[in-house]
């Protein structure tokens, strides 16, 4: 079975514990963007596919909210 | 991509330019021109690396002096890499170890046939201890990230 590479643009954020990666998942761009995570930010686990109606040409970033007392919705 | 480093001192940024240097030209005249069974198109990818001038956050504003290139096409490139070179960098620092950089560059095999089944697209890791470099890239690159749909358990490891 071949491997299927087409990714690019791949952004790296590390959260709570994890390395989080999202990229350009260049075969399903209409479909969405590509995610994946590492432990360590060396070995990288199989990415899956983030489905967004709208599709996705270039992801720019993903940012994680934090739930504190002052943010949380009341 | 821009890097702050020791606390807003200075501000790291790395680029790929626009600036095309002889011998290499978008349409090289070893290549064929781009048609239905090709696209050669030849970016000469090359990352420089850029520090900004004014120390402080505001730094980020600018103006960066160029200093160098980290990464590109030279006797260290790898098969997957094409004609696109070394064509983005996205840094980032392993948590907890200040001298370990990691990043992410792409490339494309551009010069191959011109169809959907042919991947094209990849990404490779490499690795330095100071945004300075120097860049190392790793030695089982490309990187797999999107292989869900091929159901293949492929790993990329340092």
């Known amino acids: 079975m071949r491997l299927i590479q087409e990714q690019e643009n791949p952004i790296v954020t590390y959260e709570e514990g994890y390395y989080l990666v999202i990229f350009d998942y260049l075969l399903s761009e209409d479909d969405g963007f590509g995610f994946s995570y590492s432990n360590d930010g060396i070995l990288w686990n199989d990415g899956q596919l983030i489905q967004l109606p709208r599709g996705v040409r270039t992801k720019i970033a993903v940012i994680p909210s934090h739930c504190t007392p002052r943010h949380a919705l009341r | ?158």
């Not at chain 2, 680029?15 to 064929?32: D, E, G, R, V």
């Not at chain 2, 048609?35 to 990818?45: I, L, P, S």
């Open chain 2, 1 to 158: 991509m821009v890097s702050r480093v020791c606390s807003v001192s200075v501000w790291t940024t790395y680029f790929l330019t626009t600036h095309i240097s002889p011998p290499f030209a978008l349409q090289p005249q070893s290549c064929a021109p781009s048609n239905a069974t090709g696209w050669y198109v030849n970016f000469d990818g090359k990352i420089w690396l850029a520090k900004s001038k004014t120390p402080g956050r505001y730094g980020i504003g600018g103006p960066y002096q160029d200093l160098k290139i980290i990464l590109q096409p030279d006797s260290k490139s790898q098969p997957w890499e094409g004609l696109q070179g070394t064509d983005s960098m996205f840094v980032y620092n392993l948590k907890g170890k200040d001298n370990v950089y990691l990043g992410f560059y792409g490339s494309a095999n551009t010069q191959s046939t011109w169809k959907a089944q042919d991947n094209k697209w990849f990404v490779g890791l490499a690795t330095a201890n100071s945004l300075e470099g120097p860049w190392v890239r790793a030695h089982n690159n490309p990187v797999n990230l999107n292989n869900a749909r091929s159901g293949i358990h492929a790993h990329s490891k340092q």
